[in-house]
């Protein structure tokens, strides 16, 4: 394996400092060519300093000239603004760009990092969730490859490797079930924002935190999955696993299961997604079964936990319905984590922008982004309402 430049698109966040992590583990193998961030312009001079990338940018402009004065004179570019994600990514060097940006901002430097034929490590299940149909058609026009890091689906892909010609009849995405596993309505009326964000299994920045205790980010993954297996709706089920051992299983035409298991520690993921088709050795913690005598299963509560049940119809529905679930979530969790939302207040805010937002059959990549502005819109306005 010769060495691979990366890319890194929200390197300040948990994603991007655990694929740093990576990045450190295997200097022999992997190099960083471009880091961005969102804002925190602190945490992106330290980690230009330590990496030396050819390029950073930060979106946020207030930071743009402390990060200029604290790279001047290094053979670092600085650039600002969500543009120069879409520059940045067609540098020549680059081999594999690392999407971790939060939300549907991700989608256009995945675009523009597709048609320039960089292979894509996709920690962002928006992109796809907004406008699969459209990224997946690009990714066999353009022959790259489109590597999940999501744990689920890196956990789909690693089973179905010398599987390219057995069909698949179902897979299983499983779900930790969040902080608030077993819980009722009535006990989610009082919620806050502290309590949704102790996860028990993972450690993750706030918005896939919020959106795993609602489940709205397994109806992502489910919305994921379906475009980057090429799988019918009634083909992906979903699975409360709380121990969090096994990240997804994959059901075959004869009725015979694989399972990937592992502890929960997105570096795993992070790492095979930058080193396939290789599998190097690491110094991560092993699981042992003697420290998890027991997995169990549950069936995911979609009744109480209505933002599951929102993704699946979404995806069934088609068009730009799951473009416009995902829009209204961001809005909502961003009310949530700013106290003007309840919890359950935010799958009523999804669901009443469902409705508001008449439905566009076959949307254009224009239509999705002008589709996705206009459901925040819609979305805010309805916040008062709630």
């Known amino acids: 394996m010769k060495k ?16 740093l992590d990576v990045v450190r583990a295997f200097p022999d193998l992997l190099a960083v060519s471009v880091l961005t961030a969102s804002c925190n312009a602190d945490l992106l001079i330290a980690q230009a300093m330590e990496f030396r990338p050819k390029a950073v940018v930060l979106v946020n402009p207030a930071g743009y000239q402390q990060i200029k004065d604290a790279l001047a004179g290094l053979d670092i570019s600085v650039f600002c603004g969500e543009e120069a994600l879409e520059e940045v990514v067609q540098e020549e060097t680059i081999d594999v760009v690392l999407n971790a940006i939060v939300g549907s901002a991700g989608l256009k430097p995945t675009i523009v990092a597709i048609k320039n034929g960089k292979d894509i490590a996709l920690a962002n299940k928006e992109t796809l969730v907004v406008a699969g149909e459209l990224i997946m058609d690009l990714v066999k026009k353009h022959q790259i490859r489109m590597l999940p890091v999501d744990s689920e689906h890196s956990a789909i892909f690693q089973c179905l490797v010398g599987e390219e010609a057995n069909p698949i009849e179902k897979i299983y995405l499983t779900a930790s079930g969040g902080p608030f596993r077993g819980k009722d ?4 009326q009082t919620v806050t924002k502290l309590q949704a964000l102790k996860h028990p299994n993972w450690v993750m ?6 959106d795993s205790a609602s489940l709205m980010n397994k109806g992502l993954e489910v919305i994921e999955a379906k475009w980057l297996f090429d799988l019918d709706v009634e083909q992906i089920d979903v699975v409360v696993h709380p121990q969090s051992i096994i990240h997804s299983i994959v059901q075959f035409t004869d009725g015979s299961m694989k399972a990937q298991m592992g502890l929960p520690d997105m570096k795993l993921p992070i790492q095979h997604a930058l080193t396939y088709p290789l599998r190097k050795t690491n110094a991560f913690e092993r699981f042992n079964f003697l420290n998890h005598p027991t997995l169990t299963f549950e069936t995911a509560d979609t009744d109480t936990f209505r933002n599951l049940g929102l993704a699946y119809q979404s995806l069934r529905e088609g068009g730009d319905r799951p473009c416009v679930l995902n829009a209204a979530n961001e809005v909502a969790v961003a009310a949530f984590l700013e106290d003007k939302l309840s919890f359950l207040g935010m799958s009523d805010l999804i669901e009443a922008t469902l409705c508001q937002q008449k439905k566009v059959e076959n949307p254009s990549l224009q239509d999705l982004l002008a589709i996705d502005q206009q459901s925040r819109i819609v979305a805010r306005d309805l916040i008062s309402s709630l």
Do not use: E
């Not at 691979?4 to 655990?18: D, H, P, V």
């Not at 309505?185 to 989610?188: D, E, G, Y």
């Open 4 to 19: 691979r430049n990366i890319a890194i698109l929200g390197s300040t966040g948990s994603i991007g400092t655990q694929a």
């Open 205 to 210: 920045g706030a918005k896939i935190t919020i």
């Open 185 to 188: 309505q009535a006990f989610l």
